[in-house]
């Protein structure tokens, strides 16, 4: 399933400043297996909630690529339908004969021009690292992974978005032609640095899904201060102004249908009303809530619903300190 690459130009390496890396928990990753099958409720979040901005997590052409050692770079250009925050990304592995152990992804995102004329490793600007450890390595298995950053990140509407893995059995997947978005048939790969592609065949674009904040999208941050003992602020954007947002807790995450919303399932087991409040003209909607100090260590699982709209949020784990 491996392919051959095809150098297109070798320009200057250049070395990026320092930048933090977010270190994904695995309360905020899902495994897709096969990766073709509808997203399951795997991790601790809500499946893929967002607009979509770009897709190219359809057209699989049975083809992959390995660099040929660890913790390469792999980046393609991704020309989305708009700029924005982006709230889940997807992308996909495939590992090879020997399996067993876990392996390590790193996604890094740039920014970029139409013309891709800036790409990694000629001095595009670093967006965001994320570092997403004990993924399954299983033998002669392709994998879909989708997390959700713990914040929104915002971005222009051409990005380039990486993937590295810690074992050098492990590749990248290829598809073709994207649904939502477009992508040209370049990729950079760093080290060595440069771009390049497949002759045409197949075309160098790899599995990778964005989706985003926006209008009618209720994504629910997490407590704040965040500690027992004490009032904490839960609260989410993106609501309908004038709509009443109610927000639910529980203890394990699992799925609970709402009545007179068949398309909704809260990721709740057994959940339990906190209150609820009216969104501002903003979108913006909060609830102030007395957190007792026999929370302190206690993981539980937050979500949100506009009841009149059956529009639920992401749900977020939290562990109260």
């Known amino acids: 399933m491996n392919t051959r690459l095809a150098l297109i130009g070798t ?3 250049v070395t990026h400043a320092a930048h933090a890396q977010t270190i994904i928990p695995p309360d905020r990753v899902h495994i897709i297996e096969p990766v073709a099958a509808p997203q399951l409720h795997l991790g601790g979040e809500s499946p ?10 359809v057209n699989f052409n049975l083809r992959t690529y390995q660099p040929g050692q660890a913790n390469v770079e792999m980046a393609d250009d991704l020309h989305m339908d708009r700029a924005g925050n982006i709230v889940s990304l997807h992308f996909a592995y495939y590992h090879g004969f020997s399996g067993g152990g876990t392996i390590t992804a790193t996604v890094t995102v740039y920014d970029n021009d139409p013309a891709n004329s ?12 994320y570092v997403i450890p004990d993924l399954p390595r299983r033998a002669i298995s392709l994998i879909g992974v989708r997390f959700d950053p713990p914040e929104p990140l915002p971005v222009p509407q051409n990005i380039w978005m990486g993937v590295s893995f810690s074992s050098a059995s492990t590749y990248a997947v290829l598809c073709d032609p994207p649904v939502v978005g477009t992508s040209e048939d370049i990729f950079s790969q760093n080290p060595p640095g440069g771009l390049y592609y497949f002759s045409g065949n197949p075309p ?11 209008q ?14 004490t009032t904490n602020t839960l609260s989410v954007y993106g609501a309908t102004p004038g709509q009443r947002v109610y927000f639910a807790y529980a203890l394990r995450d699992g799925q609970t249908p709402v009545p007179g919303c068949p398309e909704v399932v809260l990721f709740l ?9 009216v969104a501002d003209g903003n979108g913006e909607a909060s609830l102030n809530v ?7 260590g206690v993981t539980v699982v937050l979500q949100a619903l506009e009841r009149d709209l059956c529009n639920e949020s ?8």
């Open 48 to 57: 893929a909630y967002g607009i979509t901005v770009y897709d190219n997590s």
């Open 118 to 129: 800036i790409y990694p490793g000629n001095g595009a600007n670093l967006l965001a690292t």
């Open 216 to 229: 009618g999208v209720l994504v629910e941050r997490a407590p704040t201060p965040g500690r027992a003992g």
């Open 11 to 13: 320009l200057a390496l």
């Open 290 to 296: 007395f957190v007792p100090g026999a929370a302190r």
């Open 314 to 321: 992401n749900a977020i784990f939290h562990t109260f300190e």
């Open 204 to 214: 160098a674009n790899f599995w990778w899904a964005v989706q985003m904040d926006g």
């Open 269 to 277: 087991q057994r959940p339990v009303v906190i209150g609820s409040a």
